[in-house]
């Protein structure tokens, strides 16, 4: 996860996502495993950001566990649908 906010490991957080483009809103705790500057080798996303913080989920309930796994394969098959098609 990208922040501007500087985060140390064992910090608990409470992470308030919204997922497009359905506006699924969810809930989840977490311990921020590292944190670290971001790297050009992750992308120009990752570069609007101050530090990297990567976060181990500690309390998700399991509808919203469920919702982000649909989510993330989701994502996944569009980006990948994108990546096969030749240009237009």
Partial sequence: VG????????D?????MLLFPSFT???IYGTVVDASPPS???GEEAGRFE????IEFTH???QDRE??????LRRQSDQLRDRNEPDR
């Avoid at 922040?3 to 064992?10: H, L, T, V, W």
């Avoid at 608990?12 to 308030?16: K, N, Q, V, Y």
């Avoid at 919702?67 to 993330?72: G, Q």
């Fill in 51 to 54: 530090h990297l913080v990567r």
């Fill in 40 to 42: 050009e080798a992750l």
């Fill in 60 to 62: 998700i309930s399991e």
């Fill in 25 to 27: 809103g969810l809930l």
């Fill in 3 to 10: 922040s501007d906010e500087r985060y140390a490991p064992g």
């Fill in 12 to 16: 608990a957080l409470e992470i308030r």
């Fill in 67 to 72: 919702l982000l796994i649909r989510h993330l």
